[in-house]
């Protein structure tokens, strides 16, 4: 399984972006993808999550009514797009992949596949 990660850029602070994780393997609508993010000097830390099963969603608190996580089975790619964002924003964000599961997407031990980041920029 291969993730690629795409769509960042510089923005400015309340602008939207929107990123796409597209997944390599067979059996994508099997997958939960999780989009995580880390900002220099910080651990990285959950972002959004979607389940494969029922499409259920979730997210960190601090990102809830701005960012919404979506999925396309039909193209095997995963969105995340982001409106009002802000400085603290700024980080790479990565998207990772978990065969099959459903429990404990906000863990990023529980997903086995990661893609490379891409970096989002959010000046003020």
């Known amino acids: 399984v291969q993730l690629q990660a795409c769509g960042g850029g510089l923005v400015q602070a309340g602008d939207s972006l929107k990123l796409s994780c597209a997944v390599s393997g067979r059996t994508f609508s099997r997958y939960s993808i999780g989009w995580f993010r880390q900002a220099p000097g910080k651990e990285r830390e959950f972002v959004a999550a979607?389940?494969?099963?029922?499409?259920?969603?979730y997210y960190r608190d601090s990102v809830k009514g701005r960012f919404t996580i979506s999925r396309d089975n039909a193209k095997n790619t995963v969105y995340l797009q982001m409106s009002g964002l802000n400085p603290e924003d700024t980080a790479i964000y990565y998207c990772a992949a978990e065969v099959g599961g459903t429990k404990h997407l906000t863990y990023q031990r529980t997903f086995d596949y990661w893609g490379q980041g891409t970096q989002v920029t959010v000046s003020s």
């Open positions: 979607i389940s494969w099963m029922d499409g259920s969603t």
